[in-house]
Protein backbone atom coordinates (compact mmCIF):
# COMPACT_ATOMS: atom_id res chain seq x y z
CA UNK A 1 0.00 0.00 0.00
CA UNK A 2 1.11 3.48 -0.33
CA UNK A 3 0.99 6.12 1.81
CA UNK A 4 0.62 9.20 0.76
CA UNK A 5 1.70 12.16 3.61
CA UNK A 6 -0.29 15.49 4.11
CA UNK A 7 1.71 18.65 4.96
CA UNK A 8 0.16 21.71 6.83
CA UNK A 9 1.31 23.02 3.68
CA UNK A 10 -1.78 21.10 1.81
CA UNK A 11 1.06 19.15 -0.11
CA UNK A 12 0.12 15.47 -0.34
CA UNK A 13 3.83 13.75 -0.67
CA UNK A 14 4.33 9.85 -1.87
CA UNK A 15 6.70 8.27 0.38
CA UNK A 16 7.31 5.20 -1.83
CA UNK A 17 8.18 7.26 -4.21
CA UNK A 18 9.86 9.99 -2.38
CA UNK A 19 8.47 12.82 -4.36
CA UNK A 20 5.01 15.70 -4.12
CA UNK A 21 1.73 14.50 -5.78
CA UNK A 22 -0.80 16.43 -6.93
CA UNK A 23 -4.90 15.51 -6.55
CA UNK A 24 -4.69 14.05 -10.19
CA UNK A 25 -1.98 11.70 -9.24
CA UNK A 26 -4.50 10.80 -6.70
CA UNK A 27 -7.27 10.14 -8.97
CA UNK A 28 -5.05 8.35 -10.82
CA UNK A 29 -4.45 5.91 -8.08
CA UNK A 30 -7.86 5.15 -8.11
CA UNK A 31 -8.39 4.24 -11.68
CA UNK A 32 -5.67 1.85 -11.71
CA UNK A 33 -7.06 0.45 -7.87
CA UNK A 34 -3.32 0.75 -6.94
CA UNK A 35 -4.29 0.66 -2.98
CA UNK A 36 -3.49 3.58 -1.32
CA UNK A 37 -3.73 5.77 2.26
CA UNK A 38 -3.58 9.53 3.01
CA UNK A 39 -1.79 10.11 6.76
CA UNK A 40 -1.84 13.75 8.13
CA UNK A 41 1.79 14.62 8.86
CA UNK A 42 1.83 15.35 12.18
CA UNK A 43 -1.07 13.51 13.87
CA UNK A 44 -0.79 9.96 11.71
CA UNK A 45 -5.14 10.43 11.07
CA UNK A 46 -6.31 8.72 7.92
CA UNK A 47 -7.16 11.38 5.49
CA UNK A 48 -7.85 9.43 2.59
CA UNK A 49 -11.60 10.01 2.60
CA UNK A 50 -10.90 14.13 2.55
CA UNK A 51 -9.18 13.17 -0.30
CA UNK A 52 -11.60 11.52 -1.92
CA UNK A 53 -14.46 13.48 -1.34
CA UNK A 54 -12.21 16.66 -2.74
CA UNK A 55 -11.24 14.70 -5.70
CA UNK A 56 -15.07 14.12 -6.33
CA UNK A 57 -15.77 17.30 -5.71
CA UNK A 58 -13.74 18.79 -8.22
CA UNK A 59 -15.26 16.27 -11.05
CA UNK A 60 -18.12 17.60 -10.17
CA UNK A 61 -16.99 21.08 -10.25
CA UNK A 62 -15.04 20.42 -13.61
CA UNK A 63 -18.20 19.73 -15.48
CA UNK A 64 -17.51 15.88 -16.19
CA UNK A 65 -21.45 15.51 -15.37
CA UNK A 66 -22.93 15.15 -12.09
CA UNK A 67 -23.22 11.76 -10.45
CA UNK A 68 -24.23 13.37 -7.66
CA UNK A 69 -27.11 15.75 -8.06
CA UNK A 70 -28.29 18.25 -5.17
CA UNK A 71 -31.23 15.29 -4.58
CA UNK A 72 -28.98 12.62 -4.31
CA UNK A 73 -26.69 14.71 -1.77
CA UNK A 74 -29.90 16.10 0.40
CA UNK A 75 -31.08 12.63 0.27
CA UNK A 76 -27.61 11.47 1.34
CA UNK A 77 -27.40 14.26 3.95
CA UNK A 78 -30.82 12.99 5.44
CA UNK A 79 -29.37 9.42 6.39
CA UNK A 80 -26.61 10.64 8.49
CA UNK A 81 -27.78 9.94 12.35
CA UNK A 82 -30.45 7.69 10.79
CA UNK A 83 -31.06 4.42 12.52
CA UNK A 84 -30.56 2.73 8.63
CA UNK A 85 -27.28 4.98 8.37
CA UNK A 86 -25.31 1.94 8.09
CA UNK A 87 -27.40 0.01 6.03
CA UNK A 88 -27.58 2.89 3.45
CA UNK A 89 -23.52 2.50 3.82
CA UNK A 90 -23.69 -0.85 2.72
CA UNK A 91 -26.61 -1.01 0.15
CA UNK A 92 -24.73 2.06 -1.83
CA UNK A 93 -20.97 -0.15 -1.91
CA UNK A 94 -22.97 -3.59 -3.30
CA UNK A 95 -25.34 -1.46 -5.76
CA UNK A 96 -21.85 0.11 -7.10
CA UNK A 97 -20.22 -2.98 -6.74
CA UNK A 98 -23.08 -5.10 -8.65
CA UNK A 99 -23.11 -2.36 -11.20
CA UNK A 100 -19.51 -2.40 -11.91
CA UNK A 101 -19.50 -6.21 -12.22
CA UNK A 102 -22.43 -5.89 -14.85
CA UNK A 103 -20.81 -2.62 -16.76
CA UNK A 104 -19.92 -4.95 -19.75
CA UNK A 105 -23.47 -6.31 -19.99
CA UNK A 106 -25.22 -2.37 -19.24
CA UNK A 107 -22.81 -0.51 -21.43
CA UNK A 108 -23.72 -2.94 -24.22
CA UNK A 109 -27.42 -2.99 -23.78
CA UNK A 110 -27.32 0.80 -24.13
CA UNK A 111 -25.82 0.76 -27.12
CA UNK A 112 -28.39 -1.29 -28.43
CA UNK A 113 -31.01 0.67 -27.01
CA UNK A 114 -29.64 3.82 -28.34
CA UNK A 115 -28.65 2.18 -31.83
CA UNK A 116 -32.32 1.64 -32.41
CA UNK A 117 -33.51 4.44 -31.01
CA UNK A 118 -31.09 6.40 -33.47
CA UNK A 119 -33.18 8.57 -35.87
CA UNK A 120 -30.25 7.88 -38.88
CA UNK A 121 -29.98 3.99 -37.90
CA UNK A 122 -33.43 3.84 -38.51
CA UNK A 123 -33.99 5.50 -41.54
CA UNK A 124 -31.14 4.00 -42.88
CA UNK A 125 -32.75 0.48 -42.26
CA UNK A 126 -36.05 1.53 -43.54
CA UNK A 127 -33.86 2.71 -47.04
CA UNK A 128 -32.04 -0.58 -47.01
CA UNK A 129 -35.85 -2.70 -46.86
CA UNK A 130 -37.25 0.27 -49.59
CA UNK A 131 -34.54 -0.57 -52.09
CA UNK A 132 -34.76 -4.46 -51.81
CA UNK A 133 -38.72 -4.24 -51.66
CA UNK A 134 -37.96 -2.49 -55.49
CA UNK A 135 -35.12 -4.20 -56.40
CA UNK A 136 -37.59 -7.28 -56.23
CA UNK A 137 -39.67 -5.60 -59.36
CA UNK A 138 -37.04 -4.12 -61.45
CA UNK A 139 -36.92 -6.27 -64.77
CA UNK A 140 -33.86 -8.86 -65.62
CA UNK A 141 -31.34 -6.94 -67.13
CA UNK A 142 -31.02 -6.88 -70.77
CA UNK A 143 -34.98 -6.88 -70.92
CA UNK A 144 -36.72 -3.82 -71.88
CA UNK A 145 -40.70 -3.35 -71.40
CA UNK A 146 -42.81 -3.10 -74.10
CA UNK A 147 -45.48 -1.09 -72.51
CA UNK A 148 -42.57 1.83 -72.34
CA UNK A 149 -42.40 1.89 -76.22
CA UNK A 150 -45.95 1.09 -77.20
CA UNK A 151 -47.64 3.91 -74.55
CA UNK A 152 -45.97 7.27 -75.99
CA UNK A 153 -47.37 10.65 -74.32
CA UNK A 154 -49.27 12.70 -76.44
CA UNK A 155 -46.59 15.06 -76.89
CA UNK A 156 -44.63 12.56 -78.47
CA UNK A 157 -47.15 11.36 -81.02
CA UNK A 158 -46.69 12.66 -84.70
CA UNK A 159 -48.93 15.62 -85.98
CA UNK A 160 -50.31 13.35 -88.35
CA UNK A 161 -51.67 10.93 -85.06
CA UNK A 162 -53.67 14.39 -83.94
CA UNK A 163 -56.21 14.25 -86.87
Known amino acids: MRILRKYTNRRLYDTSRSCYVTLEDVKQLVLSAEPFQVLDSKTGNDLT???????????????HGTLLTNQVLQQLIRFYGDSMQGMMSQYLEQSIASFLEHQDRIREQMQTMMGVANPLTMMNKIADQNMAVW?????????ATTE???EASPEEKSPKDKK
Do not use: C, H, V, W
Request: net charge negative; aromatic share 4%.
Open 49 to 63: RNILLQIISEQEGEG
Open 135 to 143: SMFKPPAGQ
Open 148 to 150: TTE
